[in-house]
């Protein structure tokens, strides 16, 4: 059964960081396509991060971009995203996806995953 756990959610102060992980199980990242996503209170979940299977390389929302950094460890079978300088408005749970489907370019940001993981909470707060 393909499973994805995070972890490494908390409470953070602005300006703050955090690294998130999701390891995975019964199956191998290697040619997936992975992503981050979040949803904050009352707001559709966006995508915020991820890597294409097509062509290996890493997209960023707007909101984050220059301050988050996806990476995946195949040998852990393990991928993280890095946050550095959190603003409130990161406040959120987090949640990590994978999928064998080929996504290229920025569409891998998009709702195109079918692995999830459970979701783990980042508050910003002072």
């Known amino acids: 059964q393909e499973q994805l756990v995070e972890s490494g959610g908390g409470l953070v102060q602005p300006g703050g960081s955090l690294r998130l992980s999701c390891a995975a199980s019964g199956f191998t990242l290697g040619a997936y396509a992975v992503g981050w996503f979040r949803q904050a209170p009352g707001k559709e979940r966006e995508g915020v991060s991820c890597i294409s299977n097509y062509d290996g390389i890493a997209r960023y929302s707007e909101s984050v971009k220059g301050r988050f950094t996806i990476s995946s460890d195949n040998g852990k079978n393990t991928f993280y995203l890095e946050m550095k300088s959190l603003k409130s408005e990161a406040t959120a749970l987090y949640y990590c996806?994978?999928?064998?489907?080929?996504?290229?370019?920025?569409?891998?940001?998009?709702?195109?995953?079918?692995?999830w993981g459970q979701g783990t909470p980042v508050t910003v707060s002072s």
């Open positions: 996806a994978a999928t064998a489907n080929w996504l290229s370019g920025s569409s891998c940001l998009g709702n195109h995953y079918n692995v």
